[in-house]
Nanobody, 113 residues
Framework: QVLLVESGGGLVQPGGSLRLSCATSGIDFSFENMDWYRQAPGKQRELVAT???????NYADSVKGRFTISRDNAKNTVYLQMNSLKPEDTAVYYCSVPRINSWGQGTQVTVSS
């Protein structure tokens, strides 16, 4: 059974930072590309960042230069370091295994003063 568990969300002031984690089980993690998505209230889910098995990364234009996706194959975990957070980053953040369309339950990130 595939299980993805996100953590690390919370309330942060504009300009602050958060680090999200997505712990996985039930997959051969080192052989899977991984994605982070987010969904803001009333909006469609959008792709935020991707990381391939080789560590190649891609980002949405809206987060380039502020967010960093990384992975630790020894821990079967993917991370999303988010810096210089803005109110428009407020959303539920999800990790995903795109090959098998598997998703976590999401973690809420709220950026507000």
């Amino acid at each position: 059974q595939v299980l993805l568990v996100e953590s690390g969300g919370g309330l942060v002031q504009p300009g602050g930072s958060l680090r999200l984690s997505c712990a996985t089980s039930g997959i051969d993690f080192s052989f899977e590309n991984m994605d982070w998505y987010r969904q803001a209230p009333g909006k469609q889910r959008e792709l935020v960042a991707t990381i391939t098995t080789r560590g190649t990364t891609n980002y949405a234009d809206s987060v380039k230069g502020r967010f960093t996706i990384s992975r630790d194959n020894a821990k079967n975990t993917v991370y999303l370091q988010m810096n210089s957070l803005k109110p428009e980053d407020t959303a539920v953040y999800y990790c995903s295994v795109p090959r098998i369309n598997s998703w976590g339950q999401g973690t809420q990130v709220t950026v507000s003063s």
